[in-house]
């Protein structure tokens, strides 16, 4: 397949540029794949459309502040850090916060650089991989962890140009927990907390999982063919408990749905003949359409980008032909579009 498959026109002035408040009165377009039905409501009334007999399974991973912005020793120019992980752990830890760290920058900055952010941090560039950087701090553990706190910022989308208060606060599901990500699960956006506690008196189960988002979910695809395009690898949790549960939900029946593209790829990549079990592990998991899902039944996402790999998964679990067709007539209906944008639900 030829990626210029996956393209689309889109308005900008579509791509939301910050969050709707409250979260759940982002709008809600459900896609209908039995039927191609297309229906258009806002979020706080999906809880008309699940039931005691659902499953909504989340991604409780917590973003990182992992954009440093300092300068370089030897010319004081502007330098920008996004941090990726620490180079030999999968996830963050609470105390245990190593000075080496795999992170990516600006193309001109070089090994041996030294990047300097306050009096206190500064880091020293000891490798470069492709277009990954291997960094030390000069500190480490809980003060590390305390000035990144301080100076880092979220690492909001490019395409949000002049991001508020607003935006760095909301860049943050409300039931996030384990700390790892450098980019949100962001089809979580739309949830409150009033509608979680809704959707729970309804008898909907709700089950997390942790899959913390790297390079894998958003690096943008550079092979002209689909099929050659190789996923960066991404560290996900989900404990034995959740496994069984799930397990049991879908022996009786119950429709498991997933909340994100992240939350899919966590499931599809445990699944084995119709089971899933606890782990922690990577997934390198590409869905593109093609693909025979195993284990979800239904998705809530948001917009994607055009030749994304998240466009590419919802294009396999519906048509590709009749998620474009939404697409369009979210454009016309003025959806807004991408992180912040409004949310889809394709049953």
């Known amino acids: 397949m030829d990626i210029k498959e996956f393209d689309y026109p889109l308005d900008r002035s579509l791509i939301a540029q910050e969050p709707i408040e409250p979260r759940d009165h982002s709008r809600l377009l459900i896609l209908n794949r039995k039927t191609q039905e297309i229906s258009h409501h806002y979020f706080y009334e999906i809880t008309n459309y699940l039931s005691d007999n659902d499953v909504l399974v989340l991604n409780n991973s917590q973003v990182l502040p992992a954009r ?105 599901t409300v039931y996030a927990q384990e700390l790892g990500s450098i980019a949100a699960p962001t089809a979580g956006f739309h949830f409150t907390s009033q509608l979680i506690e809704e959707i729970n008196k309804k008898g909907v189960a709700i089950e997390f999982i942790t899959l913390h988002v790297g390079l894998g979910t958003f690096l943008p695809i550079k092979s002209q063919k689909v099929e050659h395009h190789q996923m960066e690898r991404e560290y996900f949790r989900i404990s034995p408990e959740t496994a069984s549960r799930l397990n049991q939900a879908k022996d009786k029946g119950k429709r498991i749905i997933a909340v994100g ?60 032909n009749l998620i474009f067709k939404a697409y369009q007539e979210a454009q016309e209906k003025k959806y807004r579009f991408y992180s912040f944008g409004d949310a889809i639900f394709i049953i």
């Open 68 to 172: 440093l912005l300092g300068k370089k020793e030897k010319n004081n120019k502007p330098a920008e850090i996004l941090l990726i992980r620490p180079e030999n752990q999968p996830f963050f830890n609470a105390q245990i916060w190593p000075a080496r760290w795999l992170a990516i920058g600006g193309p001109k900055l070089k090994k041996g650089d030294i990047i300097n952010f306050n009096n206190e941090l500064s880091l020293v560039i000891k490798e470069k991989l492709n277009y990954q950087l291997v960094v030390e701090f000069n500190q480490k553990d809980q003060k590390l962890k305390e000035i990144i706190y301080q100076l880092g910022e979220m690492p909001l989308p490019p395409y949000i140009k002049n991001p508020t208060e607003k935006s760095f606060l909301n860049y943050q």
């Open 261 to 320: 593209t992240t939350v899919t790829r966590v499931l599809e990549t445990i699944s084995h003949e119709g089971k899933i079990t606890g782990q922690e592990n990577w997934t390198e998991l590409f869905i593109y359409p093609g693909y025979q899902f195993k284990f979800i039944d239904a998705l809530i996402t948001n917009f994607h980008l055009p030749q994304s790999t998240p466009l590419l998964l919802v294009s396999a679990f519906a048509d590709k």
